[in-house]
């Protein structure tokens, strides 16, 4: 089974602020990576595909980068309404999850 | 719009079954993989299984293998899945997903139905 693990588990910053959220794959996915930010209650929502293709619809402040194994999700200025928990998943082989990224914007 | 509307959660006690829905509209649900998963309260993200656009191929997380049923019915547009020997552990949201036109990661998500697990 392939294994994701996101680092940090939270994070604070200030609204404006360029932060950044790592994944890595516990073994080789190419490029078949994707983010999905999740708000309390809700449905996650696809925001980055094939580990850089931004989905249609979601600011442009979010980009995705990486493949083989090391991928980064960063979100150029932070806003307000960007406090979440963030998820990459891998989706080569199944589906596998990494643990969540929460981000409280101060 | 792609729609997909979970239904069916509840109470049930651990060892017992419950058999949840997914009522799909807005797209060619013949057309397309889906899939189930699930997040436990406070938790994260765990794919639970798939089903091909036919109906004919599942694949399950091996958690719930023998004990979870995936199926669908492309005439009624719905997803089903059928949970028995439930446990404790299954108590989660369970949403149903449904992959991109062009690749195999859930684009577009329900609003999810709770089951929980308790005696």
């Known amino acids: 089974d392939i294994q994701m693990t996101q680092s940090p588990a939270t994070l604070s910053a200030s609204v404006g602020d360029r932060v950044a959220i790592t994944c890595r794959a516990s073994?080789?996915?190419?490029?078949?990576l994707a983010w999905f930010q999740q708000k309390p209650g809700k449905a996650p929502k696809l925001l980055v595909y094939?580990?850089?293709s931004l989905e249609s619809g979601v600011p442009s402040r979010f980009s995705g980068s990486g493949s083989g194994t090391e991928f980064t999700l960063t979100i150029s200025s932070l806003q307000p309404d960007d406090s979440a928990t963030y998820y990459c998943q891998q989706y080569n082989t199944y589906w596998t999850f990494g643990q969540g990224t929460k981000v409280e914007v101060k | 719009e792609v729609q997909l509307e979970e239904s069916g959660g509840g109470l049930v006690q651990p060892g017992g079954s419950l058999r949840l829905s997914c009522a799909a509209s807005g797209f060619t649900f013949s057309n397309y993989w889906m899939n189930w998963v699930r997040q436990a309260p406070g938790k994260g993200l765990e794919w639970v299984a798939h089903?091909?656009?036919?109906?004919?191929?599942?694949s399950y997380v091996d958690s719930v293998k023998g004990r979870f049923t995936i199926s669908r019915d492309n005439a009624k547009n719905s997803l089903y899945l059928q949970m028995d020997s439930l446990r404790v552990e299954d108590t989660a949201v369970y949403y149903c997903a449904r992959d991109r036109d062009d690749a195999a990661l859930p684009q577009h998500w329900g609003r999810g139905t709770l089951v929980t697990i308790s005696s």
């Open positions: 094939e580990a850089s």
């Open positions: 073994q080789y996915i190419s490029t078949y």
């Open positions: 089903i091909n656009p036919a109906g004919s191929e599942e």
